[in-house]
């Protein structure tokens, strides 16, 4: 059974992460991909990620893709007990997770039912094309050519991240208004989309 959480912003939900998907989190391990953030200028999210994390009592495993050989992501995708990827370039994480296969792990892991939690661009890679998040993240800056859109397609729709949020009002609300024709879930940086088998609910911080 599919177990997803995916949010615009992982510290500001966290606390909501174990009664959403109904599984004792305290003692677990998780692969924690950091790799659609290292080449942003600002990435105080990711380490507000960790701090996260530690408060709930799951243990991190670093796993930034690009600078790990097949041997160890393989290691650590089957041996951790969740698996989270941080915001960031969605088509830079996109491109990486392609060319280190990482890709097919995540897809194989999470239809067995291994936690999934994804932020900002680790919630979009899920949609079947992220073509609709080009008003979100640059397309080129970091892949110069960059013309597959298809994504992971865990989900069938797509998360439209940080709406009504600092500084990306303008830019999600852009998002949404292009891509009405697509069944978009919408969540603010105070809301969650929970995936537990086929019931997807949007979850909120109290």
């Known amino acids: 059974m599919k177990k997803i959480f995916l949010c615009s912003y992982f510290a500001e939900v966290a606390s909501i992460l174990s009664e959403s998907v109904s599984v004792p989190l305290r003692g677990k391990i998780v692969a924690f991909i950091p790799t659609a953030s290292i ?3 600002y990435t105080q999210y990711v380490e507000e990620a960790r701090v996260a994390f530690d408060s709930l009592g799951i243990i991190v495993k670093e796993l930034e893709i690009t600078q790990c050989s097949k041997n ?5 995708l089957t041996s951790c007990d969740c698996i989270y990827v941080s915001g960031g370039n969605t088509f830079f ?3 990486e997770l392609r060319r280190t296969g990482v890709d097919r792990y ?4 999470v239809e067995q039912g291994k936690l999934y939690i994804g932020e ?3 919630a979009m890679i899920l949609a079947p094309n992220i073509e609709y998040a080009k008003d979100m993240d640059d397309h080129l800056a970091l892949t110069p050519g960059f013309t597959d ?3 992971l397609g865990i989900v069938s729709f797509y998360p439209v991240v940080h709406f009504d949020s600092f500084p990306f009002e303008k830019a999600a609300q852009e998002v949404v ?6 069944p978009l879930k919408i969540i603010t940086n105070q ?3 929970v995936v537990v088998g086929n019931n997807i609910v949007i979850k909120e911080r109290k």
């Open 177 to 182: 208004n292009k891509n009405n024709h697509l």
């Open 106 to 109: 995540i897809i194989e892991q």
């Open 72 to 76: 160890e992501i393989e290691e650590v």
């Open 93 to 95: 994480l996109l491109q």
């Open 149 to 151: 859109f298809g994504g």
């Open 191 to 193: 809301q969650a989309i």
């Open 39 to 41: 080449h942003e200028a």
């Open 120 to 122: 900002s661009a680790g």
